[in-house]
């Protein structure tokens, strides 16, 4: 059963635990996203999108997760989510800059679809889905080559392989973020990105825990 995000209070107590992140997060952006969440964990009982099904955590490590991405300070034109699963980070990060573009990609069918429908059960704009796989992006689709400003990915690799699938679809000076465990290794340098930020931070209960966004510049 759905829940609606504006009978409980929900609304203003996600805006709440947003400022504590750092996130500026508008009523409206936060009710949307929890119709976001809640189609999606609708749609996780047919597709496979999170392994986390109760609703309280789920808004923590998808939601809050992802509006950690307000610590960066950056303000992307274009962003693309890479391996993007079941939409976070990147609808987060849609949330927090309603002006921006951005492209969720994975190469799972089935699951681009599912995201897209409730990409549209939400009522967001200025987010599109495509199914396609990173390593293969800038050959099939040519118009994606050095097209974003901002790359952002999480828990789909490490770092050094992620950077090698970013830096031909991110233009010189773009952005990748990376969301990592707290205790995984931040390398000063990956390819031709340099270590801009490392950024730690705490989840609250239920379900909480320690993280970091790893922030490099290409060069």
Same mark, same amino acid.
């Given at each position: 059963?759905?829940?609606?995000?504006?009978?409980? %209070?929900?609304?203003?107590? &996600? #805006?709440?635990?947003?400022?504590? =992140?750092?996130?500026?997060?508008?009523?409206?952006?936060?009710? +949307? &996203?929890?119709?976001?969440?809640?189609?999606?964990?609708?749609?996780?009982?047919?597709?496979?999108?999170?392994? #986390? +099904?109760?609703?309280?955590?789920?808004?923590?490590?998808?939601?809050?997760?992802? @509006?950690?991405?307000?610590?960066?300070? =950056?303000?992307? *034109?274009? =962003?693309?989510?890479?391996?993007?699963?079941?939409? !976070?980070? /990147?609808?987060?990060?849609?949330?927090?800059?309603? %002006?921006?573009?951005?492209? @969720?990609?994975?190469?799972?069918?089935?699951?681009?679809?599912?995201?897209?429908?409730?990409?549209?059960?939400?009522?967001?704009? %200025?987010?599109?889905?495509?199914?396609?796989?990173?390593? *293969?992006?800038?050959? =099939?689709?040519?118009?994606?080559?050095?097209?974003?400003?901002?790359?952002?990915?999480?828990?789909?690799? $490490?770092?050094?392989?992620?950077?090698? &699938?970013?830096?031909? &679809?991110? $233009?010189?000076?773009?952005?990748?973020?990376?969301?990592?465990?707290?205790?995984?290794?931040?390398?000063?340098?990956? /390819?031709? !990105? $340099?270590?801009?930020? $490392?950024?730690?931070?705490?989840?609250?209960?239920?379900?909480?825990?320690?993280? *970091?966004?790893?922030?490099? +510049?290409?060069?």
């Amino acid at each position: 059963m759905t829940t609606d995000p504006t009978a409980a %209070g929900e609304i203003p107590a &996600l #805006v709440a635990a947003a400022k504590q =992140l750092g996130a500026e997060l508008p009523p409206d952006r936060a009710e +949307r &996203l929890l119709r976001y969440l809640d189609a999606m964990l609708a749609t996780n009982e047919h597709v496979n999108l999170t392994a #986390v +099904r109760d609703r309280a955590q789920a808004i923590v490590l998808h939601v809050l997760d992802s @509006l950690a991405f307000a610590r960066t300070g =950056l303000h992307p *034109q274009h =962003l693309l989510d890479l391996g993007s699963g079941n939409g !976070f980070p /990147g609808v987060g990060v849609a949330a927090l800059h309603p %002006g921006a573009s951005v492209l @969720l990609m994975d190469r799972t069918g089935k699951k681009v679809r599912a995201i897209g429908g409730c990409l549209v059960t939400a009522g967001f704009d %200025g987010v599109e889905t495509v199914q396609l796989d990173a390593a *293969q992006a800038p050959t =099939l689709r040519r118009d994606l080559r050095h097209a974003f400003d901002v790359v952002t990915a999480r828990a789909v690799g $490490r770092p050094a392989e992620l950077q090698e &699938l970013a830096d031909p &679809l991110l $233009r010189p000076g773009g952005s990748l973020v990376l969301w990592l465990e707290a205790d995984a290794e931040v390398p000063e340098r990956l /390819g031709p !990105f $340099r270590l801009e930020r $490392r950024i730690a931070y705490q989840l609250p209960a239920p379900a909480a825990r320690e993280r *970091q966004l790893g922030h490099w +510049r290409k060069r």
